[in-house]
């Protein structure tokens, strides 16, 4: 059971628009940056998101970030068939003196 | 360019010890965190734990700490996972990733690691 909750999957067709959620608390997402990562089949995982809403060089523009309170969502516009992968949400969680890093359980996106 | 090399796959019998490396290149190794990460077949991302090579401060998830072992040798540039006893329930993909401010990147391409009599 993942401190932050993750829909284990959602759909859509290609060139839709689809959005992830990531449901924490105010120990984790409500006071502490939120990442996303994009895991394509057999791959390791990849940086989509960084500091709530920011991309990496070279992350088109489909793939959006937000934050609000103790949820964060992903929206990716667009879709394409390359983008069927497992997305994960991940950010620190203060309720242990030392912290944590804590994933979502993961998303797999399907392209239909 | 800034990447993490991870050693290769292994195969292990329960109770044998095992040692995984993660070599970075292209940046400074000692200024940023490396974190170790499990993905156990089929399943999501879990965090074990984080290492700063400039001074080895550790941090490790309170799920794995007595299970394994981070450490890392900044002369080489490079990060350990250990485990002094393997069980079946090792058997998964470890992944390394360099933390900076908040968020992973870049990562290792990661080590299999099957753990069967």
């Known amino acids: 059971q993942s401190v932050l909750t993750q829909p284990p999957s959602v759909s859509a067709a290609p060139g839709q628009k689809v959005t992830i959620s990531c449901s924490g608390s105010s120990s984790n997402i409500g006071n502490n940056y939120v990442s996303w990562y994009q895991q394509l089949p057999g791959t390791a995982p990849k940086l989509l998101i960084y500091e709530n809403n920011k991309r990496p060089s070279g992350i088109p523009d489909r793939f959006s970030g937000s934050k609000s309170g103790t949820s964060a969502t992903l929206g990716i516009t667009g879709l394409q068939t390359g983008d069927e992968a497992d997305y994960y949400c991940?950010?620190?969680?203060?309720?242990?003196?030392?912290?944590?890093?804590?994933f979502g359980g993961g998303t797999k996106l399907t392209v239909l | 360019e800034v990447q993490l090399v991870q050693s290769g796959a292994e195969v292990k019998k329960p109770g044998e010890s095992l040692k995984i490396s993660c070599k970075g290149s292209g940046y400074s190794f000692t200024s940023y965190w490396i974190g170790w990460v499990r993905q156990m077949p089929g399943k999501g991302l879990e965090w074990m734990g984080i290492i700063y090579p400039g001074d080895s401060d550790t941090r490790y998830s309170p799920s794995f700490q007595g299970q394994v072992t981070i450490s890392a040798d900044k002369s080489i540039s490079t990060a350990y996972l250990q485990w002094s006893s393997l069980k079946a329930s090792d058997t998964a993909m470890y992944y390394c990733?360099?933390?900076?401010?908040?968020?992973?990147?870049?990562w290792g391409q990661g080590t299999l690691v099957t753990v069967s009599s």
């Open positions: 990733a360099t933390y900076d401010k908040s968020w992973f990147d870049p």
């Open positions: 991940g950010t620190w969680d203060s309720s242990l003196s030392a912290g944590l890093w804590v």
